[in-house]
């Protein structure tokens, strides 16, 4: 049975925590002994005799994820804490709805791009550098969002935190990489999700909060804070993944050849496009509910936060079964295949209970089917990204960098499609969301084959 928490770089060198600080210090790389009658030795603890190291160890290993949790989180706390607020900000603006959804794409598109950049200068100068400069970036754009006196203004440095706020998304697969391979990649990659997935949850019930008290200003005050103290935590935690000698060094031109023996990779390029095509039905959902949930079907803010964090429940919730029942049993294409026709399937009935096929449809069976989208995602997300990255030992940056840029650049182009028949139908964002999930299928099969991997690589059907 694989080894659940294998880690790479543990295994190349040893990092422990010193006492009262938190600090990480390099200590001897020493060999993992054999396994013993007990079973595999644990990861990450070789070389350190007694408890206390086993413990100090154990805890090392806690903070990194909820620190790569964090900052996987970040997206969904910069879009999420924001939704409840759209409606607040059309009027407080006085811009048309879709006007104020390019707040949305602008940070979307950020993200998007800031990887690309981001991406090849963690492999060239490591994790730690770039990532830090950009949580600091981040911290002052949404500080400046905050007193945005117009739309176009606000669009504008929502751009700039999304290309800013880059650095955490990307780095923090590239870590990932670093230190898992194979299935325990995967299982890291449904740890993340568990982590990342609380954001969701909590930040439209924050949202909702907040404009209890305040105005949608006051929205972009709370990321601000949750910036901040996130960059104090990278800074003082977070060490460095990618050891010296395992760096780029060849510049741009090294970079662009990576870039282009990766869009080479037939295989690596389908799960990135199926994984962004996925990415973006979720992203219509995003995008649209605020104005569906509560302009067409009367919701308040507050049960709009509820019905998104109960979505989000559901990604939680089969994301851990993904980790921790799925994976290491049935094959990541296998499993990834079921997520995909789910959520085809449950776009398609999304768009036949909003056009009308089913007579008048209340609120009940649409947030349902939508509960079940949402939930069928944590069976496809997860799985593209280990695949692909399996395929980019040498390049996690870049790879990382192009996973990322691609499901954030379709994500874009699926928001503003959502609202293009105005804020009194859902069709589009269901006829949005069908036609990525058809596409994501079509990908999936036609370019990534799995049937004909089978037996030759990890993961096949």
Known sequence: ???SGGSRAQREQEHIPTAGTGQLIAGPAVPDPAPGPEGPALPGLTGLPGAPAVTAARRTAFLVTLVLGGLTALPALSMDMYLPALPDVTDALHAPAATVQLTLTACLLGMA????VVGPMSDRWGRRGPLLTGMVVYVAATAICAIAPNAEMLIGFRLLQGLAGSAGIVISRAVVRDLYDGIDMARFFSTLMLISGVAPIVAPLIGGQVLRITDWRGVFVVLTVVGLLLTLVVWKSLH???PPEKRHTGGVAEA????RGLFGDRVFIGYTIAGGLAFAALFAYVSASPFV???IYGASPQTFSLLFGLNSIGLIAVGQVNGKLLVGRVSLDRVLLVGLSVILLAAVALLLMTSGVFGEVGLVPVAGTLFVLMSAMSLALP???????MRSKHAAGS???LLGTTSFLIGAIASPLVGIAGEDTAVPMALVQTVCAAAAM???????RPWQRQGRVAGGL
Not at 113 to 116: A, M, T
Not at 256 to 259: A, F, Q
Not at 383 to 389: D, F, I, P, W, Y
């Open 1 to 3: 049975m694989p080894d």
């Open 113 to 116: 791009l800031g990887q690309l």
């Open 240 to 242: 460095e993944t990618l």
């Open 256 to 259: 662009l050849r990576t870039m």
């Open 293 to 295: 949930i509560q302009e």
């Open 383 to 389: 799985n593209t990204n280990s695949q692909a990255l």
């Open 399 to 401: 790879a990382s960098a």
């Open 442 to 448: 079509a990908v999936f099969l036609l370019m990534c």
